[in-house]
């Protein structure tokens, strides 16, 4: 009886994920995955350290007004925005939709970016990414940093979601000095729609919120110049809101990324206070796994460093950390470096009281990734996971933390 309900169970998720994705390639029988998926495992541990968070989604959906903002930080298994997407919508289905979020202009950048936005730019830009901290330019709130010394240059930004994905507000991550040019945005039919003109000295914090005059799908950011002085356009990365009620869902992630990483880029940290999180996630580790046998005995302490830092801006947002799931190394080898790091985050959230959700044990711990590949859920080079993978994962961690959530209610409000 146990297995048929895993089963009744995943058979429904399938079709959450079809009706999600719709274009999509199917998933296998769902029979094949609902053996090794620990569903009765699939929880927030220590959620206790969440009840504020909690508390403020309950909140929003009783009160319909404001907004819970969650900043997820991770890898290439957040960078394409797969898996993120899922959590987002889900959660925007049941506490309301504020709107895409952060994103950064990552195929200006000559990377991969979220399959639900579209980037493109005319002049030079030239951009770094913050596994790269050797590289000029400094790296803000996205990981990622675009920036062009071309006057008239432009980025343009499509979302390319239904109706419910056009904004009408936009707030610029970018310095705000003299030496930045200044930025029109318009739309498609070159309308100007708002103008941003930076004149306070080196405040690297600056966000810029601008108010648009309807809603958009398409905007294109100009460079002007208006002084001598202006020399860059520097774009840590853009939120795109809709005034509405509801969840901001910011998926932060660079391909490769590890905690130092994040540690190293000085700004990130201070940044991330702009985004004003209720809710920090934090999805990394497969990187270092990799380093196995050599991975670095202070690795716990570039955890602490990232918490820490994050926490020292923000310092009222919960944090929820996760393990990586089982992957290999050279495609077909075992990789022992991911029990390693999963023990590793557990120990620390569990001595420092922070929730976790362990998705290597979720997703059936030890030799499961071999499962995976011959469900079709993970690529050929046995370390990403294909469309469907990440959008199972997606759809597991978004159940986990409704758990959490609709157990908060029944205790609190009866």
């Not at 944090?319 to 990789?335: G, S």
Request: glycine share 8%; with cysteine; net charge positive.
């Amino acid at each position: 009886m146990k297995g048929y309900s895993s089963f009744r169970k995943l058979s429904l998720l399938l079709m959450v994920l079809l009706s999600v994705w719709g274009q999509a390639q199917p998933l296998a029988d769902p029979s094949s995955f609902a053996t090794f998926i620990r569903d009765e495992e699939n929880v927030l541990q220590n959620d206790i350290a969440l009840e504020k968070f909690l508390r403020q989604l309950y909140q929003l959906k009783a009160s319909d007004s404001g907004t819970v903002n969650i900043v997820h930080i991770g890898d290439s298994h957040i960078q394409a925005d797969f898996l993120t997407e899922v959590v987002r919508k889900n959660l925007q289905v049941n506490f309301g939709n504020a709107g895409r979020g952060l994103v950064v202009p990552g195929r200006v950048a000559g990377t991969n970016e979220p399959f639900n936005i579209r980037t493109s730019s005319t002049g030079t830009w030239t951009s770094k990414r913050i596994i790269h901290p050797a590289k000029p330019l400094p790296i803000g709130v996205g990981g990622i940093t675009v920036s062009s010394e071309e006057a008239n240059s432009t980025l343009s930004v499509t979302l390319r979601g239904d109706a419910d994905d056009r904004i009408n507000r936009v707030t610029l991550f970018m310095p705000n000095d003299p030496r930045s040019y200044s930025l029109a945005v318009v739309d498609s039919l070159s309308v100007e729609l708002a103008r941003y003109s930076p004149s306070v000295e080196g405040d690297t914090l600056n966000a810029v919120r601008l108010q648009l005059p309807g809603l958009y799908r398409h905007l294109e950011f100009r460079s002007v110049r208006e002084s001598e002085q202006q020399s860059h356009t520097t774009l840590f990365g853009l939120s795109f809101e809709n005034g509405k009620p509801g969840v901001l869902y910011h998926a932060i992630g660079v391909n490769g990324a590890r905690f130092e990483h994040y540690n190293r880029a000085t700004m990130f940290a201070r940044q991330t206070a702009l985004l004003k999180p209720d809710l920090v996630i934090i999805s990394l580790g497969t990187n270092e796994s990799v380093q196995y046998p050599n991975i670095e005995t202070g690795f716990l302490e570039q955890v602490q460093a990232l918490v820490s830092a994050i926490r020292k801006y923000n310092p009222d947002a919960a944090f929820l950390l996760v393990t990586p799931p089982d992957a290999f190394i050279k495609k077909i080898k075992v990789n022992p470096g991911i029990e390693v790091v999963r023990r590793k985050i557990l120990e620390y959230a569990v001595e420092n009281g922070i929730a976790f959700w362990d998705m290597y044990r979720v997703n059936g711990g030890v030799g499961s990734a071999m499962k995976w590949k011959e469900c079709g859920l993970l690529r050929p080079d046995g370390l990403h996971f294909t469309r469907d993978g990440y959008a199972l994962q997606g759809r597991l961690l978004f159940e986990a933390i409704m758990k959490s959530y609709n157990r908060y209610v029944a205790d609190r409000y009866p």
